[in-house]
T-cell receptor
Framework: DAKTTQPNSMESNEEEPVHLPCNHS???????IHWYRQLPSQGPEYVIH???SNVNNRMASLAIAEDRKSSTLILHRATLRDAAVYYC????????????FGQGTILTVHP | NAGVMQNPRHLVRRRGQEARLRCSPM?????VYWYRQLPEEGLKFMVY????????ESGMPKERFSAEFPKEGPSILRIQQVVRGDSAAYFC???????????????FGSGTQLSVL
């Protein structure tokens, strides 16, 4: 499986931007980069995904490095509800949702 | 459009009993996945099903665990003769079909917390 590396934890203040990094140096050309998050006592929630170009949606932005060996999930204005574990996942060689969740990054948001 | 529905939300069983976990995918989704999250561990893929077919069960324990997704009705994850080590959160997810590398969203339910006494 393609491996991703994320910091164990990060902290932010409410209403400030948050940049969550992910390294994936062994990414292949057909791997999509997916981000999910899991709030306490809930199931994972899709955040965003992309292949090569930067992506934006109502929840977040995904910035992908030109060599695709790293990416950054950007929350433009963190709220207390964004406190969660964030997972960066590569979908390698599969046409279905068999995702390999790592340990993720625990994001703490301070009021 | 209702999301992925799982029930029960909490299930308590004594050792040796059977546990049945149910999952109704999002409307229009014919692909169902089961994941398990053991205490203090990450989410692990268990099984991927389409209607009446098991496509990938590589993450399922070889014994006591089975899954089905019948033509009508919800998907069922069945655990026979439960042991304490089966205590975990079990999440179901659904998606539309993908083509090539997976480029779809997985929609997860809220999970079933199984506690084995």
């Amino acid at each position: 499986d393609a491996k991703t590396t994320q910091p164990n934890s990060m902290e932010s203040n409410e209403e400030e931007p948050v940049h969550l990094p992910c390294n994936h140096s062994t990414i292949s050309g057909t791997d999509y980069i997916h981000w999910y998050r899991q709030l306490p006592s809930q199931g994972p929630e899709y955040v965003i995904h992309g292949l090569t170009s930067n992506v934006n949606n109502r929840m977040a932005s995904l910035a992908i490095a030109e060599d695709r060996k790293s990416s950054t999930l950007i929350l433009h204005r963190a709220t207390l509800r964004d406190a969660a574990v964030y997972y960066c996942i590569l979908t390698r060689g599969t046409s279905y949702g068999k995702l390999t969740f790592g340990q993720g990054t625990i994001l703490t948001v301070h009021p | 459009n209702a999301g992925v529905m799982q029930n029960p939300r909490h299930l308590v069983r004594r050792r040796g009993q059977e546990a049945r976990l149910r999952c109704s995918p999002m409307k229009g989704h014919s692909h169902v996945y089961w994941y398990r999250q053991l205490p203090e561990e990450g989410l692990k893929f268990m099984v991927y099903l389409q209607k009446e077919n098991i496509i990938d069960e590589s993450g399922m324990p070889k014994e006591r665990f089975s899954a089905e997704f019948p033509k009508e009705g919800p998907s069922i994850l069945r655990i026979q003769q439960v042991v304490r080590g089966d205590s975990a959160a079990y999440f179901c997810a659904s998606s539309p079909p993908g083509r090539g590398a997976f480029n779809e969203k997985l929609f997860f339910g809220s999970g079933t917390q199984l506690s084995v006494l």
